[in-house]
């Protein structure tokens, strides 16, 4: 995996984590769950490692995973279970 091939990697989770924030905001679970399932495959390219970066392309690197905790804490705080939970019994 080529440098540009991880920034282009990580540059693709932060663009559908941030599309998981935006439907999870929205309620739409359904689409939520299909862009898990996109950002899944696409995080699986790490499981056999990917090369470290230097200078300007390792600080690309940080801040797409700045973006990527950002969104995913985002989604976190209105999925948590309490949170749905609250939902759920305000719709009964």
Do not use: F
């Not at 390219?45 to 990527?68: C, N, S, Y």
Request: proline share 3%; net charge negative.
């Amino acid at each position: 995996m080529t440098s540009n091939e991880v920034l282009s990697m990580y540059e693709n989770i932060a663009g559908l984590t941030g599309k998981m924030a935006v439907a999870a905001k929205a309620g739409d679970w359904n689409g939520l769950a299909h862009l898990e399932t996109q950002c899944a495959q696409q995080a699986s390219a790490t499981k056999t490692g990917v090369p470290a970066l230097d200078g300007a392309p390792r600080m690309r690197k940080i801040d797409l995973l700045k973006q990527i905790m950002a969104n995913d804490r985002a989604v976190r705080e209105i999925t948590e279970p309490w949170q749905l939970s609250d939902v759920m019994c305000a719709t009964h």
